[in-house]
């Protein structure tokens, strides 16, 4: 593992772990920027990290979170992977279309 790898593996579980800090709460994760130099977590109306001072991401903590999740495309709530309706809305979510990749 390079030393870059290293910072980055540690960026990441820091991530996660203010993720389950924070609960998902989406309100609470559009105000909030994390840091990616030392991440920790600064306002979203903050441009540089109060803790040490590195430029913010412009991707706000909820930007970066539903990157990776399936949301509901009418209510931005976090619905689970095999979910078919939005357990807020009602709305019905269209289901990742697996890829074929084999025959
Ligand atoms: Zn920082
Ligand atoms: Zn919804």
């Not at 709460?25 to 559009?30: D, E, H, K, L, S």
């Not at 539903?66 to 807020?88: G, L, N």
Request: proline residues 6%; aromatic residues 10%; charged residues 25%.
């Amino acid at each position: 593992m390079t030393g870059e790898e290293y910072r980055l593996a540690r960026n990441e579980t820091i991530r996660q772990s203010n993720m389950e800090r924070y609960g998902f709460g989406t309100n609470i994760m559009r105000n909030i920027r994390i840091c990616p130099e030392c991440g920790l977590p600064s306002t979203a109306a903050e441009k540089h990290c109060r803790t040490c001072g590195t430029r913010l991401p412009r991707e706000t903590l909820f930007q970066q979170y539903k990157k990776r999740h399936r949301f509901c495309p009418r209510c931005d709530t976090v619905v689970a992977k095999s979910a078919q309706f939005c357990p807020e809305c009602g709305m019905r979510i269209q289901m990742f279309k697996p890829l074929k990749l084999f025959w």
